[in-house]
C-alpha cells in the first residue's frame, strides 16, 4: 500500500493526537457538564471496543498517513475499563496509523482502590501516563462534590500509580463553597508533595443543566465571589511556582518537560481524531481543516457506528476566521504564548496591531524575545476577555 502524504497545513507540525471517550462513570457527579453517563446494569465493554475499532478505521481512512504523537483515553471513567478493552482500543489506534516511538498515551482514572489495581494492567496494554481525578483533599469537600472515594483511598491510588507510571497527574478543584486561601494553600503543599510532576488545578464553574446549577440559583450552593477566586487563583500561582510547578497553562502546572503534550496538542491548535460518543475532532482533510462531533448518546452512538462504520452527525469546514479565532482562543491559554505569523497564515491576515498596542500599553499581553505574543501575568484572569478583543 503506497504511504499517503498528510496535506499541508499551517498548524500540522503541532502533531496528531487521537482522542477516545470513553463515556461511563460509576456516578454523575453534580458539577459534570460532560458527556458522561451510569448505566447500573453493566455495559457490553466487547461490543462497545468493537465498535471503537470501526471508528477508528473510519478514521484512518479519512486521514491516512499520520503519525499518532498522543493517545488520551478520557470521559466519563475510562478506569472502568478492563484492560483488556484499553489494550483492544490502543491495538486499533496502531492498526491505523504509526505511532511514534515515544508517543504519551493517558487514560483517565478515579482514585478508587477497586481501580487502582487495574493499573498494572494498564501500564501492559500500552498507557503510559495516568491523570487521577483527586478533585479535593479534604473528605467533606469529595462529598460534596459527590465523589465516591475518600482521600485516603484517593492518596493510596497515587501511590499505585507512581508505582506502575513513571509520569502521573492529579485534578483538583478550587473555590469550593466555603474555601478560604489558607486551606487552599495547604491542600495544595499536600498535593504537591504527592505529585511528582504535573496537576490541573481548576475553578469549579457552575455549569447549566447540572446539578450544581439548580443548587446556586436557589441559593443552596454559594461559591466564592469574584474578589474570594481571585485570591485563590493567586495562591494557586504562588505556591505552584515557588514549588517548580509553574503554570504553562491557564489551569495547568508542571515541572519543566513534565507537560501534558496530548494537552499542548489541542492548544497549539494540531489535528487529532475524535472517537467515541460525543467525541469532538479537528481533522485536515484535503479540503481543508474540519471539526467533526459523534453522536453523544451511547447506545445511540453504538448502533449508528454499527450500522455505518462511524458515529459522525456534525462535520464542518473551518473558514480562515473560524480557524484563527480557535487558534487564538487555544494558544493564549499556554505561557508560551502564539506565533503571530501562524495565526495570520490560518486567519488570512495578521494581528490588529493597534488593538495588540493597546492590550500591551494596559499589561495585558506581551511580545517574548522569540517574537511570540502571550498574556501577561495580569491578563490571565481575564483571558476571555483578551482573546475576544484581539479575535474582533
Known sequence: MPVMTPPDHPTRDAGFGVYLHWPFCAAKCPYCDFNSHVRHAG????????????????????????????????????????????????????????????????????????????????????????????????????????????????????????????????????????QTPEAWRSELREAIAHAAEHLSLYQLTIEP?????????????????????????????????????????????ARPGAESRHNQLYWRYGEYAGI??????????????????????????LTRVEGEGHGIVETEALSAEDQGDEFLMMGLRLAEGIDPARYAALKGRPLDTGRLAALTADGLVARRNDGRIGVTPRGAPVLNAVVAELAA
Not at 84 to 106: N, P, R, S
Not at 276 to 298: N, S
Open 276 to 301: 467515541g460518543p460525543g467525541a469532538h475532532g479537528r481533522l485536515v482533510l484535503p479540503e481543508g481543516r474540519t471539526g467533526t462531533l459523534t453522536e453523544k448518546a451511547p447506545e445511540a452512538w
Open 43 to 178: 455495559v457490553d465493554q466487547p461490543r462497545f471496543l468493537a465498535a471503537f475499532r470501526r471508528e477508528i478505521a473510519h478514521a484512518a481512512a479519512l486521514v491516512p498517513g499520520r503519525t499518532v504523537t498522543s493517545i488520551f483515553l478520557g470521559g466519563g471513567t475510562p478506569s472502568l475499563m478492563a484492560p483488556e478493552t484499553v489494550a483492544g482500543l490502543l491495538d486499533a489506534v496502531a492498526g491505523g496509523w504509526t505511532i511514534a516511538a515515544d508517543a504519551e498515551v493517558t487514560l483517565e482514572a478515579n482514585p478508587t482502590s477497586v481501580e487502582a489495581s487495574r493499573f498494572r494492567g494498564y501500564r501492559a496494554a500500552g498507557v503510559n501516563r495516568v491523570s487521577l481525578g483527586v478533585q479535593a483533599l479534604n473528605d467533606g469537600d469529595l462529598k460534596r462534590l459527590g465523589r465516591l472515594h475518600s482521600v485516603e483511598e484517593a492518596l493510596a491510588a497515587v501511590r499505585v500509580a507512581a508505582e506502575h507510571f513513571e509520569r502521573f497527574s492529579f485534578d483538583l478543584i478550587y473555590a469550593r463553597p466555603d
Open 209 to 253: 443543566g447540572t446539578p450544581f446549577f439548580g443548587l446556586a440559583r436557589t441559593g443552596r450552593l454559594v461559591t466564592p465571589d469574584d474578589d474570594l477566586s481571585r485570591a485563590l487563583y493567586d495562591v494557586t500561582q504562588e505556591i505552584c511556582t515557588a514549588h517548580g510547578l509553574p503554570a504553562y497553562e491557564i489551569s495547568n502546572h
